[in-house]
């Protein structure tokens, strides 16, 4: 027989093969104190004689595979009471899992060795002969025998690297101190770290001896766990945001039931979230914090629960200023991080995690529907709307005024049929979610005016909580651009829809701020009954006295009163409208006009008017008001006032306002402009311009006038009477009021029929 | 080309060499299987009988003794967690007294807890070491002699022993390996003379003293034969005075002479009866063997029939 060396080799290496297990046990080491361990090692397994127990030849000595060595009855066999006692730590509730493939989201290290089936076994963790080893640890990680330190669960995280790296998108902060960790963690079986409040793996966890599913020291269905540290968000037990509650058959994005993940576990999960907050739900795109809402309250959301509405309180906004932004109530980064920089979002005004601000015991319920005193608020919001007002700072003054219903309609009721006591001030005309209207409007719009009329009238109306507050017959004109009337103004004008735009139209918050009933001086002393106002409060955007400068936002060419002999302020402070106001309450304007409730059409006058001779011009009735016996201008009546009224004039070269030769003529019974009739007082007179060529104010003096001022609408050679009365007129224009210096025209230069 | 023929014979002789031949020769006391008693606890260490032949079974990890009548029925149980009067912390072992005393090594609590057969507490007592470490008694025994109360001192690898009323008569034993040394000493039993067997858990035997603690004598040696011992935890004597150990790791039971000899393995019907972690092991008047199995949560009685 002729063996090559190849054949020769071969069958060497089937002898070693075979010849190899029994090499290797004879030189295993048999003294005795290794042996408590490796029983296999034991020379009686080398014997003829029979064991009690079998032989398993294992690869015991193979790095990286699991022998009897590390078998669970091997531990267990000292850690049974005998030696140790682990019954209750290791071998009772929960353990880490043994004895399976780690998932495919660990990478176990090289130094920490699997079984020959790359399972994890005792083993793994575990060794006398590790790093980690010592019999009665001590603070520097050295316990149970651990194969390497566990310096704060740096063991664990030796495996668990993505839960341990930190990141608060998908995995609660480890290594962090941001909260105070209690002491009830720790009773129940919780690690404390190096350091203090320092969270770590095991605070939560534990290897052997875990009370709650996934290791955690305690049974955590119930949210329990979470609440010990989290004490704030454990609020939300049993309320409608407790999943149990409103949605028992949820899941979680693990597919985890609510009997397992808990209430905390139906939108947070501590490791592998969606996203941000550990969120454990599916996450939407765009804006995450409002996300995080819109994951149930979305409209394109199955569960049609709670929706906010068309029309809602804006989101994702910066705060209405800089100097506005709440105390109370976070602002968000985009990440959906509080920054006292960010933005308004659902969590500015909502703690999702508490029912009910002022009574955290109150839980709501199911079937209980909130309002502004609860519904997961961050601040109540009933009473005094102080959740609103937080950002609606310059609304505050609603609180104390007649527009808090509570105050002065306490029945009427919104339109979802809640009452001011319940809404607020502010919930009674606006609702945040699922209004009505642009403006959140609460309330039906009433009438057929413009969009913003509607919302006022739906009170102000004939049957309305306001109706002691209506316009009357006349009033100022609504509804009415400005450039029609080439007026411009800072005051805020309107569109059909109640959006301020620069060419609006005049409406009544273009005059009016509801929330605000003194624009200089909050009340301070609110008698919580409805007070009358004038022209220094009543809502209105300015002050309107003394001087009349919220009218004289628009009306700039009547502004120059302010300060003539027409400014009662100046000449007559006594003296009162039909309302019985002295001109500080009405302010200037007031004194001759009514912006409502005014009982004559021209010029909505406010005073009675002055006694005119039959066929004479209404117009100057008005002037009358004043200029008579017992009235303010008693000492300014002119002995004759009136021009021939057989002698008809024509205007129609002087009627353009813009021009300087204007001089109007009016109807006398309507006032009416017209173009051709009789001379009126206002057809020479300005009552608003003293000077007719200094478009001033006054000198706050009261003034004796000459034929250059005294209100005349224009200098004597440029006037009216010129058509007729030829340079005759400079004469006749001067001594008007004079009957004995008045002469007759040159028959020559105008002949009168009669 | 002979001397690689040569070679070859030589490595393939070595080879079958090296493969152990075991040879079947198993001396067994056999047994006769009555019943098992699953009492609801979660791995039980310890069990006593009392004067009317009630057992008392240490469930420790509940920190509770479950209580049942001779034929295993539930009966009571008393005990709670915490470290009051009548209140256990991981307790161990078991013993009760020809008076009705029911004694029990409240281990995680550092003392013995005294009893009624009702569960009524009646007075207890801590174990001292007088050392900055403190005790882990383990195990009691009750001598009729002296009212000597045997304690076993695992962790501090001692023998304590007491008057029953709780003062401390004397002690001995140091860890070690030499006699009347110990390393972690467990349960014990008492013969009829008042002799003392105490398990010696890592120096695989069990170890006999005179009732003042002088050494007689050890059974068994380290090993997975016949007649020797890897994990002894429980030890007991029938009415012929033969020694039963039982080992957890092994889950075998082995009888001995009160000298030492190797009787036998527990049988039945003459193949060795497996138990899952035996551990505390006491034998009735009626030659019941009844076997506390931790793992199985769970009491087997067997009728020793040799």
Known sequence: MHLNKYTLCFLIAIAIFIIAPGASALEMSSKRDCVVCHIMWL??????????????????????????????????????????????????????????????????????????????????????????????????????????????????????????????????????????????????????????????????HKT??????????????????????????????????????????????????????????????????????LWARPQKQGNPATQLCLTCHGDDTPYEIKRTGKYSHPINVDPLSKDRIPKDLPLFAANGTKDSNGKVQCFTCHNIHRWDPDTPSDRGGKNVEGDSSNSFLRVSNNYSSSLCLQCHTDKK???????????????????????????????????????????????????????????????????????????GKYFHAVDVPLDKFNISTTLPLYDSEGNVVPNGKVVCITCHDPHTWDPNNPIKDYPNTNIEGDARNSFLRRTNSPSSDLCMACHEDKAYVDGTDHDLNITNRDAKNMLGQT?????????????????????????????????????????????????????????????????????????????????????????????VGNISCPTCHNAHQWNPVIKAKGSYKNLEGAATDSFLRNVSYNNICIDCHGLDALFRYKYYHDPEERVEPLPSRIKFSN | ???????????????????????????????????????????????????????????????????????????????????????????????ISDSGKVFIADTGNHRIQVFDLKGKFLYMFTVKTGTKFKSDPVDVAVSKLQNYLYVSDNDNHKIRVYKQNGTLEFEWGKFGEEYGEFRYPGQMVLNEYNEIYIVDVLNTRVQKFNPFGEFATDIGAWGVLQGTLFRPKGVAIDNKARVFVSDSYMGVIQGFTDLGRFLGVVCDKDKKRVFKTPVGIIIDKDNRLMVVEMRANKITVLKILE
């Open chain 1, 397 to 471: 003054q609603i609180v104390t005024s007649d527009h808090n219903l509570e105050i002065t309609a306490p029945k009427e009721k919104n339109f979802q049929g809640v009452l001011p006591s319940v809404s607020g001030p502010c919930g009674v005309c606006h609702i945040p979610h699922n209004a009505r209207a642009i403006h959140l409007w609460a309330k039906e719009p009433y009438g057929d005016k413009d969009f913003v009329t509607q919302l006022c009238t739906a009170c102000h109306n004939e049957n309305g909580a306001a109706k002691a507050k209506l316009l």
């Open chain 1, 583 to 675: 001109v500080e309450e009405s302010g200037q304007c007031g004194a001759c006009h009514l912006v409502h409730n005014s009982p004559n059409k021209i010029k909505l006058w406010a005073r009675e008017f002055g006694a005119v001779p039959k066929d004479e011009d209404i117009v100057n009735a008005l002037c009358n008001s004043c200029h008579s016996k017992g009235n303010p201008a008693e000492g300014k009546i002119p002995t004759i006032a009136s021009h021939p009224e057989k002698r008809l004039v024509n205007n129609i070269m002087r009627s353009n306002r813009k021009l300087l030769d204007y001089a109007p003529i009016y109807d006398k019974q309507t006032g009416k402009e017209i173009n």
């Open chain 1, 43 to 204: 020379d009686d397994f080398r014997t003829d004689k029979e064991t009690l127990v079998d032989f398993q030849p294992g690869n015991v000595l193979m790095k990286d595979t699991q022998g009897v060595v590390s078998s669970e009855e091997i531990c267990y066999s000292c850690h049974d009471g005998y030696i140790m006692d682990s019954r209750n730590i290791t071998w009772n509730f929960n353990r880490h899992p043994t004895f399976v493939k780690p998932s495919k989201n660990i990478t176990v290290p090289m130094d920490l060795p699997l079984s020959a089936k790359g399972e994890i076994y005792c083993g793994t963790c575990h060794s006398a002969h590790g790093k980690g080893a010592s019999p009665h640890g001590n603070p520097l990680g050295r316990t149970s025998v651990f194969r390497d330190l566990n310096i704060d669960s740096s063991l664990c995280e030796k495996c668990h690297r993505e839960e341990a790296s930190f990141k608060f998108s998908n995995s609660h902060p480890v290594h962090t101190d941001a909260l105070e960790l209690p002491d009830a963690l720790f009773e129940s079986g919780g690690t404390k770290a190096t350091e203090k409040n320092k969270v770590i793996c095991q605070s939560c």
């Open chain 1, 208 to 277: 052997h001896g875990a009370k709650g599913k996934k290791i955690l020291i305690v049974d955590n269905s119930g949210s329990g766990l979470c609440v010990m540290c989290h004490k704030d968000q454990g609020l939300l037990i049993d309320t409608k945001h407790d999943l149990r509650v409103t949605l028992p058959d949820e899941k979680n994005i693990n597919g985890q039931p609510l009997s397992e993940s808990g209430p905390c576990g139906a939108c947070h999960t501590p490791h592998r979230a969606s996203g941000k907050k």
């Open chain 2, 1 to 95: 080309m002979r001397l690689i023929y040569l070679y070859l014979t030589l490595i393939v002789s070595l080879t079958f060499l090296s493969i152990p031949v075991t040879s079947s020769a198993l001396e067994c006391i056999n047994t006769k299987f009555l019943f098992d008693i699953k009492p609801g606890a979660n791995q039980p260490s310890d069990l006593a009988l009392s004067p009317n032949g009630d057992m008392y079974l240490v469930d420790g990890v509940n920190n509770r003794i479950i209580v049942m009548g001779k034929d295993g029925h539930w009966k009571f149980a008393f005990g709670t967690e915490g470290s009051g009067k009548g209140q256990f912390s991981i307790p161990v072992g078991i013993d």
